[in-house]
């Protein structure tokens, strides 16, 4: 089981490294913190290369309570306003408490598509990942509709002056 969001966090490094995006631990705007963000010319969902440049927002989350799982959703939710896509990124298993003394190892990703099912919700990606990090997509996210343009220029000129770090 992936023991930390830095765990997580290595893992897609590695994954969005060998797709050739520049990345961004720790992406500030103003007051919002966004765990990760990359840009490139690179559709990871279709696998393709793109003409134009794709943002992308990471938020990494081990989610096991239902507190967190909300949580990550309503961040994730908020990232629409600024990138393409919004992705939740979390453990494939996680141990939940149950009661005041037990945990149980549950499928986290399932039970985080189910709750992430509403009118903005549905339009975030879910990745998760495995014991040995492999990297599975849970769900597909769909092109935010409702970008704040001048927020996502100010992000591809930020981002445009890194390399890969």
Not at 10 to 29: C, D, M, Q, T
Not at 41 to 53: R, V
Not at 104 to 109: L, P, V
């Amino acid at each position: 089981m992936t023991s930390s969001e830095e765990e997580l966090r290595a893992h897609l490094i590695k994954f969005l490294e060998s797709k050739g995006l520049v990345y961004n631990k720790s992406y500030r705007l103003g007051r919002i913190e966004i765990d990760l963000v990359a840009l490139g010319k690179y559709d990871i969902w279709d696998d393709k290369s793109s003409n134009e440049n794709i943002i992308y927002a990471f938020e990494m989350k081990l989610a096991s309570t239902s507190s967190l799982i909300k949580d990550v959703i309503e961040q994730a939710i908020t990232r629409l306003l600024m990138v393409d896509y919004s992705v939740i990124v979390i453990p494939c298993t996680a141990n939940i408490w149950v009661n005041d003394k037990e945990k149980k190892e549950i499928n986290i990703d399932e039970e985080v598509k189910k709750r992430a099912n509403g009118t903005y919700s549905k339009s975030l990606g879910i990745i998760c990942i495995g014991n040995e990090g492999e990297i599975k997509v849970v769900r597909k996210p769909k092109r935010s509709t409702i970008v704040i343009n001048e927020l996502r220029q100010k992000i591809i000129k930020e981002m445009s002056n890194k390399t890969l770090f």
